[in-house]
């Protein structure tokens, strides 16, 4: 089982749509989340972190549910720029190492 | 300013040639990664060093090595370069502290074996 498992979608949206997508996490002891954003040929880069009680960043929503373990991200009003890939980041069994999903495709149209 | 710069950018070799991708920072951090990434997966980590200590993942080829000669420094040697090995080489670093951590990655090495 892979530690980190995530929809490759893609999500397909037009501008000012709402999307939402979840990932999954294997290792209950898992203490950071983080959603990375990938643009194509780039190098990945700090969405936002996800904080246990949720927490919210402009239009970006993060989720963590522990007992399920998961943590979800929501995008509302979509832009053109939101187009890209979003990884979900969990730590390791070492808390410097980081466990990456291999990401969920996002595109918005206009 | 680049936090955490990659050199080349894009690195074409032949099979079997070897290859040496650097990496450098201005952050100071203490911990720095070294990942492969292929069309459509996760980052894959290869090795990092805390410190001066080195760690390797089990997985990682023993065609892949690195050194790491001061704080700021870290290079990816690939011994004999084959052509599973064409990916994305991205370098990231990060501080250990309580809590959250963050990684910052450098733009990559895009490597093309022919």
């Known amino acids: 089982r892979k530690e980190v498992e995530q929809d490759p979608g893609p999500f397909n949206v037009p501008e000012g749509a709402t999307v939402a997508f979840n990932c999954t996490y294997s290792n209950s002891a898992s203490q950071s989340f983080f959603w990375y954003r990938q643009d194509c040929r780039k190098e990945p880069k700090l969405l936002m972190s996800?904080?246990?009680s949720g927490n919210e960043d402009g239009r970006f929503t993060a989720q963590l549910n522990r007992a399920s373990q998961y943590i979800s991200l929501l995008i509302r009003d979509s832009k053109l720029s939101d187009s890209a890939t979003y990884l979900c980041v969990v730590n390791g069994p070492n808390d410097y190492k980081l466990s990456f999903g291999a990401g969920t495709t996002v595109t918005v149209r206009a | 300013d680049a936090m955490v710069i990659q050199n080349p950018r894009y690195q074409v070799t032949q099979f079997g040639k070897p290859v040496t991708l650097s990496c450098s920072q201005t952050l100071n951090h203490n911990v720095m990664y070294w990942y492969q990434q292929k069309s459509s997966q996760a980052p894959k980590l290869l090795f990092h060093?805390?410190?001066?200590?080195?760690?390797n993942e089990a997985d990682t080829p023993d065609n892949f090595q690195s050194r790491r000669p001061n704080t700021s420094f870290c290079f990816l040697d690939i011994r004999s370069p084959g052509l599973g090995d064409a990916a994305m080489y991205l370098c990231?670093?990060?501080?250990?502290?309580?809590?959250?951590?963050?990684?910052?990655f450098g733009p990559g090495t895009r490597l093309t074996v022919l």
């Open positions: 060093y805390y410190d001066k200590d080195f760690n």
């Open positions: 996800v904080y246990s």
């Open positions: 990231a670093t990060s501080r250990v502290t309580s809590g959250l951590l963050e990684q910052f």
